[in-house]
């Protein structure tokens, strides 16, 4: 479970739009910095989720 909190909405925001709508957002690349532990893998896990389940026949690579 992800907590959203007023540090993180933005963070949670760009992640949304970039699994709504793929290469098609202003937050193209997404780059997501912080320390260790904050959640980071998190949140890309949780893109790459939504976008198989969206378009179940999508490849996809990240680099962590």
Do not use: M, W
């Not at 949304?16 to 980071?40: C, M």
């Not at 896990?45 to 999508?58: D, E, V, W």
């Amino acid at each position: 479970t992800f907590i959203e909190g007023s540090h993180n909405q933005f963070a949670k925001a760009a992640c949304n739009s970039v699994a709504q709508t793929p290469g098609s957002t202003p937050f193209n690349p997404l780059l997501i910095y912080s320390a260790t532990g904050l959640g980071k893998t998190h949140l890309l896990q949780a893109i790459g989720n939504k976008i198989l389940q969206r378009y179940l026949l999508s490849q996809f690579h990240f680099d962590l």
